[in-house]
C-alpha cells in the first residue's frame, strides 16, 4: 500500500516566517541605519548627476536640499518608516497679478487649480486658503522605507517637479490675460 504524507502548515507561522523574509530582502541596504540610507540615496543623487546638499536639522532624521529644476527636499522623519519629497512654490509676481483678479476669478482659479492638481500623485497644501492672495502652495511625496529604491526616489521627485511646472503654467496663462492660453484650454 502507498504511504501518504500528510503536512499541516501553522499559515500564522508560515506568514511570519514569510514576512521576515520579505522584510529581510527588502532592507538589503539595511534600512533602519539611518546613516547607510542617506548614504544610499547620496550615491543614488550622485549617479543620476543631480545636486544635493545637506541640511542639519534636529528635528529629523537627514535632510537633504535637492536641486532638480527646482528646490525639492527629501526627509526622513523622525518616527516614521517614510521618506518625505517636499517643496514650496511662491511667486510674488504671480501674486501681485492674482490679487488683480475678481473674487470670481479667483474662485474660478483655485478651483480649476485644484482639479487639475488631484490629477497628479502628490499632497499639496495652498497657502493661505482664502482669496485674498497666493502666496505659496507645498507640494509632498512619500515613497515608504520598506518599498524605496533608486526608481522610486526618482519618480517621487519627479512627481513634485512635473506638479511645480504645471501650476507655473497653470497660473502664468490663468493670471496674465495677455498671454495666450494653451490648447488644453479649448
Known amino acids: 500500500m502507498p504511504k501518504i504524507l500528510i503536512c499541516v502548515f501553522n499559515f500564522p507561522f508560515l506568514h511570519d516566517i514569510m514576512k521576515n523574509i520579505n ?6 541596504r539595511n ?4 546613516n547607510a540610507l542617506k ?8 549617479e ?10 534636529p528635528d529629523v532624521e537627514f535632510r537633504l536640499s ?7 527636499d527629501v526627509v526622513k522623519p523622525k518616527g516614521l518608516h517614510r521618506l518625505v519629497s517636499t517643496a514650496s512654490l511662491a511667486s510674488e509676481s504671480g501674486n501681485v497679478a492674482f490679487k488683480k483678479l475678481s473674487d470670481e476669478e479667483k474662485k474660478e482659479f483655485f478651483t480649476d487649480l485644484q482639479i487639475h492638481l488631484l490629477k497628479f500623485p502628490i499632497s499639496f497644501t495652498i497657502y493661505p486658503q482664502t482669496l485674498d492672495a497666493l502666496e505659496s502652495i507645498v507640494f509632498h511625496h512619500a515613497v515608504f522605507l520598506e518599498d524605496l529604491t533608486k526608481t522610486a ?7 513634485i517637479r512635473i506638479s511645480m511646472s504645471f501650476v507655473r503654467i497653470f497660473s502664468i496663462h490663468r493670471v496674465d490675460p495677455d498671454t495666450p492660453k494653451p490648447d488644453y484650454y479649448v
Do not use: A, C
Request: proline share 0%; hydrophobic share 40%; aromatic share 14%.
Open 39 to 46: 548614504n544610499t540615496i547620496t550615491n543614488w543623487m550622485i
Open 23 to 28: 522584510y529581510q530582502s527588502n532592507h538589503e
Open 48 to 57: 543620476e548627476g543631480i545636486q544635493y546638499s545637506e541640511i542639519t536639522d
Open 31 to 34: 534600512m533602519s541605519d539611518y
Open 66 to 72: 535637492v536641486t532638480w529644476g527646482f528646490v525639492i
Open 153 to 159: 526616489l526618482i519618480v517621487s521627485l519627479d512627481v
